[in-house]
């Protein structure tokens, strides 16, 4: 098993340019997540799905969308990137959503460089 | 808005020594609170987690507590190797966006052999 897969793992795009994060998980998860890392700040949710066909957002999403294609997949956009969103993009799944209490796992991230 | 302090934000250890990381969540409701370690460049992994029903949680030489009352959790790590050499990161369930994991901002702990 791969467990969640993302790609690419790094780009580097111009101010206004758009682009989609792609990952994919092989674990059956009905829970999906997207955050973002920046230095000495941890780990912030941007979107998340908590089942197929449902999305809402975290604590950072402005300036991104989301769409959960199908159970497997959960795809980030930056419809106009900005160098603010400059960063390392994790995504995440667990099988039934946190409040169950129910870990996550990571992919191995999307290095994403906005000039 | 609900958040999780972790401290210290970085930790120098001798090799054997005990390393100890200390979490406080706002939620008083949260009830899932896992610890994830992250070496350079790589993908965050679970640790060892724990649930509010549990005050405490051991995994060979790392072990979780927890105080419900005072909101607050702690990781600990015995015998220390340079190889435990990472950024840890807590994290705690919260209401806040219906269902989510909010982070600490991390420890980065270096074991000195």
């Known amino acids: 098993n791969a467990g969640v897969t993302q790609t690419p793992k790094f780009q580097v795009l111009k101010t206004g340019q758009s682009m989609t994060l792609q990952c994919a998980q092989d674990?059956?998860?009905?829970?999906m997540y997207w955050y973002r890392q920046d230095p000495g700040m941890g780990l912030r949710l941007i979107y998340y799905s908590a089942s197929e066909g449902t999305t809402d957002k975290g604590e950072v999403p402005n300036g991104y969308n989301v769409s959960r294609l199908n159970k497997r997949e959960f795809s980030l956009r930056l419809e106009s990137a900005a160098p603010s969103q400059t960063s390392v993009y994790f995504c995440?799944?667990?099988?039934?959503?946190?409040?169950?209490?129910?870990?996550?796992?990571f992919g191995d991230g999307t290095r994403l460089s906005i000039l | 808005g609900e958040n999780v302090e972790q401290h210290p934000s970085t930790l120098s250890v001798q090799e054997g020594d005990s390393a100890v990381i200390k979490c406080t969540y706002s939620?008083?409701?949260?009830?899932?609170f896992p610890w994830y370690k992250q070496e350079l460049g790589k993908r965050p992994q679970l640790i060892i987690d724990?649930?509010?029903?549990?005050g405490e949680k051991k995994d060979q030489r790392i072990a979780v507590t927890l105080n419900k009352t005072a909101k607050h959790f702690s990781l600990h790590i015995t015998e220390t190797q340079p190889e435990d050499s990472a950024v840890y990161f807590c994290a705690a369930s919260m209401r806040q966006a219906g269902t989510a994991l909010i982070f600490g901002k991390g420890t980065t702990l270096s074991v000195s052999s």
């Open positions: 724990i649930r509010s029903n549990v």
């Open positions: 674990m059956n998860h009905n829970s």
């Open positions: 939620d008083s409701a949260s009830n899932y």
């Open positions: 995440a799944s667990s099988p039934l959503g946190v409040m169950a209490n129910q870990p996550q796992h």
